[in-house]
């Protein structure tokens, strides 16, 4: 079975590593891309400027919190295109604010995740997306 790409948008380092990490640790093969700004994110999921032989991903964890283009509108520049916006969208952020959790849902995003502090929370929770999305859910084939 080929790994299950994922495309991380994430500008912490720290973040970065630990979700690496917990991906490692976790059932199912993954390779991860990682971009740390919205223009990127969309440079890479529309295949441009230095993306151009980019894979699609299948699934994208999506910080809202991010420098250049913030979260909210890459979320919804993926979602209103048609190709792309099968591919689900995991909002994994620092923000609880309804306000941010009404705007993701409003753009489609398939979940929204609080970042927990704790190391080992952080850890958890990834692992808990891991087994939803990965195992439980079926992906659309988008690279196809």
Known sequence: ?????????????????LTKEAFEEGKIRTDISTVKNGQAALDFIFQRKGFEDAKRPDLILLDI?????NGH????????????????IIVLTTSSSEEDITKAYSNYANSY???PIQMEQFIQAIIKIEGFWLEVCSLSSTNS
Do not use: A, R, S, Y
């Not at 079975?1 to 590593?17: C, R, W, Y």
């Not at 509108?73 to 689900?88: D, S, Y």
């Open 1 to 17: 079975m080929n790994p299950v790409h994922i495309l991380l948008i994430e500008d912490n380092e720290g973040d970065i590593f």
């Open 65 to 69: 919190n991010i420098p250049i283009i």
């Open 113 to 115: 995740v609080t970042k």
């Open 73 to 88: 509108e890459v979320l919804e520049q993926i979602k209103t295109h048609p190709e792309h916006k099968k591919i689900p």
